[in-house]
């Protein structure tokens, strides 16, 4: 099994930034890949950002690339996402995810664990 923690959301106004990390503890070994996921009030959860352990190779969704950088400590186990030039629609619960899969693609099914999230809101 592997627990993911997450912290750093918040309050911010239009335009601020927040990071939000994610600690990776017990078999971690075993994953591939470490997501970000969002999910506003009323909508489907979707994929936000990943990075894998190996290489560091960094995925995108269109929504958020050129704001929002992912970056890991792989000493700490720890997955980072720093959001720059948030937007009132960048408003939701943020969710770490990890996948045991190589192949993975950017689906919430493709992950096989996941945080509790943390809430970030942007104010306009």
């Known amino acids: 099994q592997v627990q993911l923690v997450e912290s750093g959301g918040g309050l911010v106004q239009a335009g601020g930034s927040l990071r939000l990390s994610c600690a990776a503890s017990g078999r971690t070994f075993s994953t591939q890949a470490m997501g970000w996921f969002r999910q506003a009030p009323g909508k489907e959860r979707e994929f936000v950002s990943a990075?894998?352990?190996?290489?560091?190779?960094?995925y995108y969704a269109d929504s958020v690339k050129g704001r929002f950088n992912i970056s890991k400590d792989n000493a700490e186990n720890t997955v980072y996402l720093q959001m720059n030039s948030l937007k009132p629609e960048d408003t939701a619960d943020y969710y770490c995810?990890?996948?045991?899969?190589?192949?993975?693609?950017?689906?919430?099914?493709?992950?096989?664990?996941w945080g509790q999230g943390t809430q970030v809101t942007v104010s306009s």
């Open positions: 990075i894998r352990w190996s290489g560091g190779s960094t």
């Open positions: 995810a990890a996948t045991r899969s190589y192949y993975f693609r950017t689906y919430a099914e493709n992950f096989d664990y």
